[in-house]
């Protein structure tokens, strides 16, 4: 019997997992700028799940006018995410412990974009892909005339499986960062909101010096 179908008898059996959603926030004088220069970049060609809504193009981290703004949410990005992987020890010093075995924390964006919502918009259920770490995140630049919106989580990862939610409210300056796999959705779009997603990558991986004396 080959390697390949010995492989192919194995059993993945599901256990209970658990995903973590992490709230942060961001100054709201960064948001403003944000919002702002977005309105200089929508393009209404593209066609997605998002109802209602004006919205820039996929490529804003690639952008020249975006670049200055990109360290900033680099940073908030990967404090969120080494809190996460130290879950719920929260030690100190972990990065620098890797290091000297020979890893390095990576961070690269995938995608940016800025939407425009009013109370005629919607977004449909979806995720944004499943491979590991793998992140994305929700930057609520302004949640406009309301004091609060929200962002609903489905509790199972087939849309038409899923029986219950986890809502998580929202208000200005407010970042979600939650694994890309997780499906969510929205109705609660009205009040002039303005939402920045994201998706990147953000681990642990081997460093190009390991093998170096």
């Not at 209404?44 to 804003?60: A, H, K, M, P, S």
Request: net charge negative; hydrophobic share 35%; aromatic share 12%.
């Amino acid at each position: 019997m080959s390697i390949a179908q010995k492989m192919d008898a194995v059993e993945i059996v599901p256990i209970l997992k658990t995903e973590h959603i992490m709230k942060t926030r961001f100054d709201l004088d960064f948001c403003e700028k944000l919002i702002e220069l977005g309105k200089t970049k929508i393009n209404t060609e593209i066609v997605d799940n998002l109802e209602g809504v004006y919205r820039t193009g996929w490529g804003l981290q690639s952008d020249p006018d975006f670049e200055s703004h990109l360290s900033y949410m680099a940073e908030v990005f990967i404090h969120c995410i080494e809190r996460q992987s130290n879950y719920p020890h929260f030690r100190k010093g972990d990065r620098k412990s890797l290091e000297a075995q020979g890893f390095q924390l990576a961070l690269s964006m995938l995608d940016m974009w800025i939407g425009y919502y009013d109370s005629n918009s919607f977004v449909h259920p979806h995720n944004h892909g499943q491979l590991p770490n793998f992140w994305s995140c929700s930057a609520y630049l302004t949640t406009g005339e309301k004091s609060e919106t929200s962002l609903s989580f489905m509790s199972d990862e087939l849309p038409q499986n899923a029986v219950t939610t986890l809502k998580i409210n929202v208000k200005s300056g407010d970042v979600l960062i939650f694994p890309s796999k997780l499906f969510h959705y929205t109705n609660d779009c009205s009040g002039g909101r303005v939402v920045m997603a994201s998706n990147f990558f953000c681990g642990y991986v081997p460093s190009l010096k390991s093998g170096e004396n």
